[in-house]
Structures are given as C-alpha cells and as structure tokens.
C-alpha cells in the first residue's frame, strides 16, 4: 500500500511543467560533493510516517540492547563462551573480547525492508565501520535545496533527521568535550580500498565542528599518557577498521592492543570497541529467533523480537536441513561473517540443486537461513518515460547511544531486476533519503 504522502509527490511530479522533475542530484556544478560519491541518486526522496518510524526505531533501539546482552542472558558474561557458540575462530574472538565484556556503545545501522505492514529487521550493523552516512544526510539536504521539494515538504510539514549530525552529536557526548579531536582510523592500507566512504565522511565530520583526522593504524602512536595521531593528542579513535585487518599484522595488532589498553585507562575513546564485531555475527540473530536454543526473554521482550525479526535458524541445528530443502523458495541463506551481500543465496532465485550445494557449504562453512522478507513496492516516476514503476527498497536506519531514530536512507532496485547481493557502489542501486510525515496524513483524501 502506497502512502499518501508519495501519491500526492507523484502525481505533482507527473503535471507537465513540474520544477520537482528537474531534480538531479548528479550536477556535479551544484552538487560537486554528492558527484564524488560513487553512487546513483534516486530523483526523489522516501516518505514515511514519523510515528510509525520513531516506534520501529524504538524495537530497533530495545532489540540492540537484548542482542548486546546476550553474554550475560545465556552465559553469564562469559564472552568466550558465546564466541564459541557462533563458531568465531580464537585469535579473533580473543581480540574481540579483549575489554573483557563492557558493554559496547549503543550505536549502528540496521537493514530493513517494509513488507505493507511493518518494518522487518534483515541484519544487524551493530558497529562502528557500518556504511551509509556518508550519502545518507547530504542527499536529502541536497533534494531540500531545491526550491519545488523544499516547498513541498513545508506544505506537508515534513522532517528530516540528518545522521551525521546525530554522530557528531554522540561523539562529543561520550568524550565529554565539545571540541574533540577525532581520529578515524582504518587498517594499514584500508583506505586504498574503503577511502571511497571515509573521505566524504571525514569532510562531513569537518563541516559539523569536529577536529577530525583521517589515517591508517600505523598513523597512531604513544606518549606522556595519550594516543598520538601524527604528533596531535587524540580524544576519541573512530574505528572503522576490522578484526581481519589487524589480526594477522603483526603491528597492527601490536598498536591496536595498545589502542584498547588507552581505552582501558581511560586516556582515549574508542568508538566502538571490537566487541561490537562479536555483535555482528550473523548467528545472533540465531540466538535472538530461536527460542529453543535457551536466551532467557520475557514475554514482553520475546513479542518484540518476533515482531522486528524474520524467523532465523542455524544451518547447524539437528533436523532443519529437510526443512530447509522444503521451504527453498521462502528462505535466503546468508554467511555467518560476511558482509555487503557476499555469499548470500536466495532460494527462490535458485534451483533445487544448487540450493541443496549452498545448504551443505553452508552448514560446513557457517551459515544462517531466514524467512524471506517480501518488501512492498515504492512507485517511482521514470524522469524520460513519465511511467511510473515499481521499486524495492532496502532501508538503512541508524542509532546511536542516545536512542531513537538517527537518520537513514534507501537503497533501491527495480521490480525484475533486483539483486540482493548488488546494494553497494558501482551498482544499479539507486540511493534516496528519508523524509517524515505526521501521522495525521495517513487517510487523508486530498489537501
């Protein structure tokens, strides 16, 4: 069901003569930022009810806060028991664990599809190098620029909350400062690969007041009781390296553990903390769907997770290979560590056969399956054609320790032509930020 919000949108955009179809977010003279982004841009943002958002973002907020508490609900703080049930190899989870269990900043992206009647959560990001911010609030505050979407969204009261703004936000609190001096950090050569998000968030962590620095771990050092980056005491280390960056480098991980022990002693920031990596193992949501493998939820806490969260299972569990074999067209097998789409195997995309060698891979190299989540259709107004069509959205929504909704965005594939291991850049994926509506909107028949 299309809301009313983006019929009004659509049918002011098909009138001939509508300023809002000269929406082009790839003017590189007017938008040079967003044109050094590789990314598409949707011609339109997503609309969505503020109320029913803040509450999804409310489960969101209260499923994170179970899915970080696991250690203590099934093992009594035991980090490395829990490491082991999700089957992460020792070295890792021995670095992982290294703060010995304190709970890990409350912050991340969750990915979500609205199925018509509710959000439903897909994964976890539960963790400081999760994607996105970069485009997420400039994209938006770019549509805003333009004169017809800006007086659209005046005369339909309208709100956008920009997720960069609510990371500096955050940054500052846990530092207790209002002028820290960030430092984000990747591996040691990380930013040949990944530079292509860090950069743009580093300007945009500049552009909103922050002291921020962009390098590599090997760009860290130490002294008189402080965390160095290029000589300039540092306040908060934003970590967007990996476990698998550093663990196998002898000085990236020797730097690293010093890191964690300046974290330890109170002299630097780290956000987040590798333990947040535990917290992105896809097997969680193992733990959190099933009730039979012993996580001790209320009644309260067990209504919510089922209703945020696709029923999930372990290719590992006794029985559920037949199962699976059975439900190949209702099920998608995913990973247990991996990201970006990689390996993910949808059955109704498949054939019995290679179903059944993604099941068997799966079951040996550590795998989860999950209900299939169905998204509704977003009509979207082809620019040329004038015809409207149906799109997918993936929505990315973030948190961060204050709670609540911290801004998101879409990714977006055509009906018929959706790849759910293609969402990244250099894609056909097509990105769009969020606008709100009030509530009241919903229903009505005209304005």
């Avoid at 806490?301 to 969260?309: F, W, Y």
């Amino acid at each position: 069901m299309t809301n009313r919000v983006t019929e009004l949108y659509n049918e002011e955009l098909l009138r001939g003569g509508s300023p809002l179809a000269e929406i082009d977010l790839h003017d590189e003279e007017r938008f040079p930022y967003l044109a050094g982004i590789d990314r598409r841009y949707l011609n339109r943002p997503v609309f969505v009810g503020e109320g029913e958002l803040n509450r999804f973002a409310d489960d969101v907020v209260r499923a994170v806060d179970i899915l970080m508490s696991l250690p203590e609900r099934l093992y009594d703080g035991d980090l490395d028991r829990l490491c082991r049930t999700l089957g992460v190899e020792p070295r890792r989870a021995r670095l992982m664990r290294r703060l010995g269990g304190a709970r890990p900043y409350r912050f991340g992206r969750i990915d979500a599809y609205h199925d018509g009647e509710s959000f439903k959560i897909l994964e976890f990001n539960a963790t400081s190098e999760t994607g996105g911010l970069e485009w997420v609030g400039p994209a938006t505050r770019a549509m805003l620029d333009h004169d017809a979407l800006r007086a659209f969204a005046e005369r339909h009261r309208l709100g956008f909350v920009d997720a960069p703004e609510k990371v500096a936000e955050a940054l500052r609190q846990v530092t207790g400062s209002r002028d820290p001096v960030v430092a984000l950090i990747e591996g040691e050569g990380g930013l040949a690969d990944y530079g292509v998000a860090w950069r743009p968030l580093h300007r945009l962590l500049r552009d909103l007041g922050l002291d921020c620095r962009l390098g590599e771990i090997t760009d860290l050092d130490f002294g008189n009781g402080r965390v160095l980056f290029r000589g300039t005491p540092v306040d908060v280390v934003y970590r967007v390296f990996e476990v698998d960056q550093v663990v196998d480098h002898p000085e990236g991980l020797r730097l690293t553990e010093r890191l964690l022990a300046a974290h330890e002693e109170g002299s630097v920031v780290v956000w987040t903390p590798l333990e947040t990596e535990i917290y992105r193992q896809k097997a969680c949501m193992t733990l959190l769907s099933d009730p039979g493998l012993g996580v001790r939820l209320s009644a309260e806490e067990r209504a919510l997770i089922d209703r945020v969260l696709p029923w999930t299972r372990s290719l590992g569990e006794p029985g559920l290979f037949e199962e699976c074999v059975e439900r190949r067209e209702r099920l998608i097998l995913k990973p247990n560590d991996a990201y970006s789409g990689r390996g993910i195997v949808a059955g109704w995309e498949v054939g019995e056969r290679e179903w059944l060698r993604a099941l068997r891979d799966g079951a040996e190299t550590g795998a989860i399956v999950q209900e299939r989540v169905v998204p509704r259709h977003e009509p979207v107004v082809d620019p040329v054609t004038g015809r409207v069509e149906p799109w997918e959205a993936c929505w990315g929504l973030y948190y961060t320790p204050a709670g609540g909704y911290a801004g998101g965005g879409c990714r977006f594939q055509k009906v018929g032509q959706v790849d759910i291991r293609a969402l990244g850049p250099g894609t056909k994926t097509k990105v769009a930020g969020v606008l709100t509506y009030p509530d009241a909107v919903e229903g009505v028949g005209s304005w």
